[in-house]
């Protein structure tokens, strides 16, 4: 996994510069137009590693006149990891549903497995492993019940089915809770099980819907661990995220969706390069003190109804311009993080990373936190 990423990291390099520099803001400046890149780079890759086990070319989806994709292109490379990065609502579960034979796509050229997606629906059925947003556990059923069930449905003899369900239960560190029903598992044992269900009749591509959402640090430090393991054994991973530290963890290349597109795509080193230091956000106790400081403060954006500041955190020199304009008396709480998706969108878009569906930006409600 290692090797394989010092791999494909170096195969970048050459593409890196043409990709951050090809980033041109649209002059139209409506908010789905925020950058645009070329997709030069999968190519090269492809051709490296031998195969595409993911190609997506020109993906439109809508749902009566909502325009949910609107031209997406994306490659994946075999035994690659792919992160599909984007804020509630961008698409992610629809780009996996389509690519998963889930959804019907209104229009584009989709290969999964190198089989259509519309033409060849069964192939690629045959072909990967889904692990979807929601659990597609029975919560009625055991542990080991749920990995028999799914044997079954991937038609592994009896014998077989006994192997690699025990397997499993053992490698998802599952055997003692085999014969409670599911309903008594906490959540990450919820989601190890998902996965194990998913690895079941042993895909070569596996796409990952937001696998860790809801899990506690070390639960997804673990997930993490079961996928790193699947990629070393030459698994290709499309995962969605609205991590960007799970998709630093895990991908060897991030797509940013926003506005049905994908608007920037790299490494995680490429992405988190334009947001080098994270970001400042002062809380204020008045709105007063805010606006004042936000006056003199142009690059920062603040929050009226929260009173909140937040400043991008470009070192020591942008820190003490800041502190030089805080009142102790109008500030209770001051935080310097790390990049996170806003910080990602804020760089590459100009605009943070906002809600499609109204549903609530789980970025905002963990700053929150
Ligand atoms: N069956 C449907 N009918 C109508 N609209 C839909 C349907 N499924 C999804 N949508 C809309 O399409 C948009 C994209 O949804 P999708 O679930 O793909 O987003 P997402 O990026 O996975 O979001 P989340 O992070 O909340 O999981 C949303 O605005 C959603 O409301
Ligand atoms: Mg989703």
């Not at 109008?330 to 990602?344: E, I, R």
């Amino acid at each position: 996994m290692v090797q394989d990423r010092h791999c494909l990291d170096c195969i970048d390099l050459g593409h890196q510069l043409m990709e951050l520099v090809t980033a041109t803001r649209s002059a139209a400046g409506s908010k789905d137009k925020g950058l645009t890149l070329t997709h030069g780079q999968p190519s090269s890759m492809v051709r490296m590693s031998g195969k595409t086990a993911i190609s997506v070319a020109g993906l439109h989806k809508g749902y009566g006149d909502h325009d949910v994709l609107t031209g997406v292109d994306l490659e994946v490379p075999e035994g690659s990891v792919y992160a599909l990065l984007g804020p509630n609502g961008s698409g992610k579960t629809t780009v996996v549903n389509i690519c998963s034979t889930l959804l019907t796509p209104d229009a584009g050229e989709i290969r999964v497995s190198g089989y259509d997606v519309q033409r060849e629906s069964d192939q690629v059925r045959r072909s990967i492993g889904v692990t979807g947003q929601f659990s597609a556990i029975d919560d009625y059923h055991t542990g080991r019940e749920n990995l028999k069930l799914m044997a079954d449905l991937n038609h592994l003899d009896r014998g077989r089915a006994k192997t690699v369900v025990e397997g499993l239960l053992e490698r998802f560190e599952l055997a003692d809770a085999a014969d409670r029903r599911a309903q008594t598992y906490s959540g990450g044992m919820k989601r190890r099980l998902d996965l194990a269900m998913t690895l079941i009749g042993s895909p070569r591509l596996i796409f990952l819907d937001e696998p860790t959402t809801g899990l506690d640090p070390r639960s997804r430090r673990e997930l993490w661990q079961i996928v790193r393991e699947q990629v070393a054994d030459g698994v290709t991973v499309l995962l969605t995220t609205q991590h960007l530290d799970e998709a630093d963890q895990l991908a060897h290349r991030v797509g940013l969706l926003d506005g049905g597109r994908i608007i920037a795509e790299g490494t995680p080193a490429q992405l988190k390069s334009r947001v080098p230091g994270g970001h400042v956000e002062v809380q204020f106790t008045n709105a007063a003190a805010l606006s004042e400081v936000a006056a003199v403060l142009p690059e920062a954006t603040s929050d009226p109804d929260a009173l909140t500041l937040r400043m991008a955190n470009d070192g020591v020199a942008s820190l003490r311009r800041l502190l030089d304009r805080l009142d102790d008396d109008a500030v209770t709480d001051l935080t310097v993080q790390s990049a996170d998706l806003d910080d990602v969108f804020l760089a590459l878009t100009g605009h943070a990373a906002e809600t499609r569906d109204g549903a609530e930006d789980e970025t905002k409600l963990e700053r929150a936190r």
